[in-house]
């Protein structure tokens, strides 16, 4: 499956922004499907996933302030993001992987998400 990442931008803090993750020759049902971030100078973490239609999962940092859900009819799973902080300034990926592994096999590319304070 390969996978297309959109929806970066610039935002002041507190707005908001939403990414979608599209994917192509596979639908996204076949697979869990996580967002992730990395920053300037700062590895790569977790930020949210999806698997199925309701089995989610979020980092503590944006627990309350960004949501993950799939869209069917479009293929795509987004990440809404409210309360933007400054923190949140990052390239985001998405990614995939089999339900049975634990490892994402299949990336995007990122978007970059800035957020000026």
């Known amino acids: 499956v390969q996978l297309q990442a959109s929806g970066g931008g610039l935002v002041q803090a507190g707005g908001s922004l939403r990414l979608s993750c599209a994917a192509s020759g596979r639908s996204f049902t076949n697979y869990a499907v996580g967002w992730f971030r990395q920053a300037p100078g700062k590895g790569r973490e977790f930020v949210a996933s999806l698997r199925g239609s309701t089995g989610t999962a979020y980092a503590n940092s944006v627990k309350g302030r960004f949501a993950i859900f799939g869209d069917k009819a479009r293929n795509t799973v987004d990440l809404q993001m409210n309360s933007l902080k400054p923190d949140d300034t990052a390239v985001y990926y998405c990614?995939?992987?089999?339900?049975?592994?634990?490892?994402?096999?299949?990336w995007g590319q990122g978007t970059l998400v800035t957020v000026s304070s």
């Open positions: 990614a995939a992987r089999d339900p049975s592994s634990q490892d994402y096999r299949y």
